[in-house]
């Protein structure tokens, strides 16, 4: 299948510093990961591509949506889909099969480019490959899983699910850390510098556990369901979808003692994806297409891409920046499928 | 609801074991009628066909924190519903098959409480599917059986070649009792055409508004209400107080919505021009005004709730209570 970029905006200057590129790549983008050069997008039609300075390449194809992609550290590409097989794609071209659910969607995720670890959830179970074939298989959670997430050490795997997260160990037989928090936790995601874990629930908040002490913390107030969580680089500030805002929570004192700074208010939208990063380049993409780079430090935001009026499909589903804060990859749901510069 | 572009409609197909549910999808999944639909099931494999379309749900039934027994939802059927809006292919509709012994109410919530699912999707009606020649034997002994029949927009009453005449008249008398409101097909071999089950809009409060005079009439007779499914209906042409409305309202569902299993209403307030319409589901309610009333119109206030052991003679007195005291 040939890629048709339908139209391609060039440099277009939306604030000083900022530059947005883009392309339309002809299905909702539904997962991105950052390369070492460019980006790796994984589409509502089961393609994965790569765009880099070298134009767009299909690298796998799925059937059923892609529902997960990461970059692994030798810039391999790790893509999950509703055909139930998790891929690596390598560098040159090689590819492999890592894990086989059997057609089972697989709804979620994760890989550590600490221990070359990947990790897939499909139903109530969690199979686990390194670069040489399975090394687990976690059976026993009480529902479906709904997200997951290695710490950054990759020695660790949160598993998010109904009534809260399951913690196991990668590296021994350890019984599993159950963090409970009543209710559907739709997503998890583990602080850069591995203290604290949070979960999205389906109740409209965040939940936050403190690994070191065990206390627990509720964020509320979100006017939609949060789906996506971030953290900045210093782990100093959680941020996350679902306000009209990209609310971004202080950790010091303990999350939630201190009110969010709200960054960045986009009329008649809210926040549909988050990416972290330095805390002066904290970046929320918005159900209308916009996306603001934050400075949680002053509260204040650039517009990087201006919304689009009356699209519902406008809508950023995904960011991610590169290693050096530089580029802002972003794709949405009406094919889009970009990246912001920041040049200064 | 925030989005201008059409929702895809999503079909609840309910109906004890036997009924002829798996017949009738496997009917939607193999006939040509130029319709692409997604189906969810919870017996995978029971259709026998392999296709990719066919999703197998898990039943999970989700409390949300609220402390609202009301407010549960599916929380497989949000995961694989988000899961098809990610597929870049469009489908015409979705089908959601639950089993014989689910409580539709979980459900059809999730449509309401969820708000990924309430703006990209639409609930288009609940078919519920009724064997002609065992319901009645069905219905004394289990809950379930009622409860589905009372939850529906449209009733494929199936098998009648199987009933004698005699029978076929008291089944239908006794849905009649159940679910007045209910649109009746009657089918043998789940023969029903693919367009009654998709696009009826059942839910829209636009449609409700555009009924045909005489849906929500007063019951054909009085019924006994002790511990069974049945219906109230409930009118006024004196204008209603708004706000002694809404406290009933909020009231009962707080005190009663466990056996309240629909509810629906047009009304007239004594401070508006427009009507007030609304419906819920359980404690989950949707509203929005609709149009002006035509000065030569009847101001006429009619609502119908479908539910368990309701209680006829407390609700009217409830309503008639939020009669405006001096007319408009």
Redesign the interface.
Same mark, same amino acid.
């Given at each position: 299948m040939s890629i048709t970029i339908e139209k391609d905006h060039g440099a277009e200057q939306i604030a000083p510093g900022v530059a947005s590129r883009e392309s339309h790549v002809g299905? @909702?983008v539904?997962t991105l990961a950052a390369l070492k050069n460019g980006c790796a997008a994984g589409?509502? !039609?089961g393609r994965v591509l790569t765009i880099s300075a070298d134009g767009v390449a299909e690298r796998a194809q799925h059937?059923?949506?892609v529902?997960a992609i990461a970059a692994t550290a030798d810039d391999g590409v790790v893509s999950a889909g509703?055909d139930g097989l998790v891929l690596l794609t390598r560098a040159d071209g090689g590819q492999m099969t890592l894990i086989d659910a059997k057609g089972e969607?697989i709804?979620a995720a994760a890989h550590s480019v600490a221990n070359g670890l990947t990790a897939a959830a499909y139903? =109530?179970n969690i199979v686990v490959a390194g670069p040489d074939g399975l090394v687990g298989r976690f059976t026993d959670h009480p529902?479906?899983v709904?997200d997951l997430c290695f710490s950054p050490a990759g020695d660790r795997l949160a598993v998010s699910r109904?009534d809260g997260v399951t913690i196991w160990s990668m590296t021994d037989a350890a019984a599993p850390i159950e963090l409970s928090w009543?209710?559907?936790a739709v997503a998890v995601s583990w602080s850069p510098d591995g203290r604290y874990i949070a979960a999205a629930?389906?109740?409209r %908040?965040l939940h936050a556990w403190d690994m070191v002490t065990g206390k627990d913390y509720r964020l509320g107030g979100f006017k939609? =369901?949060p789906r996506q969580i971030a953290w900045s680089d210093d782990s100093a500030y959680l941020l996350s979808s679902g306000a009209d805002v990209i609310a971004s929570w202080p950790i010091a004192g303990g999350p939630g003692a201190f009110p969010p700074v709200e960054i960045g208010y986009v009329c008649d939208s809210s926040v549909s994806a988050v990416a972290g990063g330095p805390i002066k380049r904290l970046a929320g993409g918005f159900t209308n297409g916009a996306i603001l780079i934050g400075d949680a430090t002053k509260g204040d935001a650039m517009i990087a891409r201006a919304g689009v009026a009356?699209d519902? #499909?406008a809508e950023i589903t995904r960011l991610a920046w590169d290693a050096d804060h530089r580029r802002l990859y972003f794709g949405a749901r009406n094919g889009a499928l970009g990246l912001v510069l920041v040049t200064r | 609801m925030?989005?201008?572009?059409k929702r895809t409609p999503v079909t609840l197909l309910t109906g004890y074991l036997g009924a002829g549910k798996t017949t009738l999808l496997n009917r939607i999944l193999t006939e040509e009628h130029g319709k692409k639909f997604a189906v969810i099931v919870n017996e995978f494999g029971e259709t026998g066909i392999d296709n #990719?379309l066919v999703?197998g749900a !898990?039943e %999970?039934v989700?409390?949300? @924190? @609220?402390g609202c027994i009301c407010c549960t939802?599916r /929380?497989?059927l949000? $995961?694989?519903l988000g /899961?098809l809006l990610? $597929?870049?292919?469009k489908f015409d509709g979705v089908i959601i098959e639950t089993t014989g012994l689910a409580d539709p109410g979980p459900v059809i919530q999730t449509f309401f409480v969820?708000?990924?699912m309430r #703006?990209r999707l639409q609930l288009d009606q609940v078919v519920t599917v009724v064997d002609a020649a065992h319901f009645l034997d069905r219905v004394d002994e289990s809950h379930e059986a009622e409860e589905q029949t009372a939850f529906a927009d449209l009733i494929i009453l199936n098998k009648i070649d199987l009933a004698d005449a005699e029978r076929l008249a008291a089944t239908k008398a006794k849905i009649a009792t159940l679910n007045p409101h209910a649109q009746l097909i009657e089918t043998t071999n789940s023969a029903a055409p693919i367009d009654a089950l998709i696009d009826r809009a059942a839910f829209d409060l636009d449609r409700l508004l555009a009924i045909e005079p005489g849906f929500l009439e007063e019951d054909p007779e009085d019924h006994e209400h002790d511990d069974t499914v049945g219906s109230v209906s409930l009118s006024s042409t004196t204008p209603l107080d708004a706000r002694a409305f809404s406290e009933w309202m909020r009231a009962l569902v707080r005190e009663h919505g466990p056996s309240i299993f629909r509810s629906k209403g047009i009304l007239a307030f004594s401070d508006s021009p427009k009507r007030y319409v609304f419906q819920g589901v359980h404690m989950v309610m949707d509203s929005q005004w609709g149009a002006e009333w035509r000065p030569d119109e009847a101001r006429e206030s009619r609502l119908v709730f479908i539910g368990r052991n309701l209680q006829p003679a407390m609700l009217k007195q409830g309503f008639e209570g939020c009669r405006a005291k001096v007319a408009a």
């Open positions: 299905a @909702n539904t589409l509502g !039609d059937s059923g949506a529902t509703q969607w709804t139903g =109530k529902s479906s709904a109904y009543k209710g559907s629930t389906q109740d %908040e939609a =369901k009356g519902p #499909d | 925030t989005t201008s572009q #990719d999703i !898990d %999970e989700f409390e949300m @924190n @609220n939802v /929380g497989d949000i $995961r694989i /899961g990610d $597929r870049a292919e969820d708000e990924e #703006d």
